[in-house]
């Protein structure tokens, strides 16, 4: 039964976010806004240690990551972009409905930490003033905003 708790919450003594001074350091962390820098450690610890290495499916979603870091969602869901827009993470699957009608965050990928296939890309190291790295947007179902059935 313990096998199956830590496997499901990761390491057994506890959840920790570990921020090296590496990325701390670099011009890409001190651009980025006061609430995607409070954001970042919330996702670190969603990451469950290397023994589960989960980096590239980590799921935290714009409501839960609002209500951790006590802010609007729209607060929240900026962070996100800005993170994804500097390079500290990396959308690796998007967002959707699920079939039972619950909706599925997106996984994301921590550049800072390796994933299982591979070693950690530090994209954020090859950040530069003006020259942001692309944002993942869903694609747009209704443009038009109308009920299709009533048109």
Same mark, same amino acid.
């Given at each position: ?21 590496? !990325? ?12 995607? &820098? ?7 610890? @969603?990451? /469950?240690? !290397? ?10 979603? %714009?409501? &839960? ?10 607060? *929240? *869901? ?5 993170? &994804? *827009?500097?390079?500290?993470? %990396? %959308? ?5 409905? +699920?079939? @039972?009608?619950? +909706? ?9 930490? *390796? ?10 190291? @090859?950040?530069?003033? +003006?020259?942001?790295?692309? !944002?993942?947007?869903?694609? %747009? ?6 009920? /299709?059935?009533?048109?």
């Amino acid at each position: 039964m313990a096998r199956k708790i830590s496997k499901f919450l990761g390491e057994p003594l506890g959840k920790c976010a570990i921020l090296p001074l590496t !990325v701390l350091i670099t011009d890409a962390w001190h651009s980025l806004s006061s609430a995607a &820098q409070a954001l970042f450690p919330w996702l670190i610890m @969603e990451f /469950k240690g !290397v023994k589960f290495n989960n980096n590239g499916k980590i799921c935290l979603s %714009v409501r &839960q990551a609002a209500e951790r870091m006590g802010v609007a969602r729209d607060t *929240a *869901a900026r962070a996100f972009l800005d993170l &994804q *827009a500097k390079g500290f993470i %990396v %959308v690796r699957k998007g967002g959707s409905l +699920g079939t @039972e009608g619950h +909706g599925k965050c997106p996984e994301y990928e921590i550049t800072s930490i *390796a994933t299982p296939t591979g070693p950690a890309s530090h994209l954020y190291k @090859e950040w530069s003033e +003006g020259n942001d790295f692309t !944002v993942f947007k869903h694609a %747009v179902k209704n443009s038009k905003g109308k009920n /299709k059935s009533l048109s």
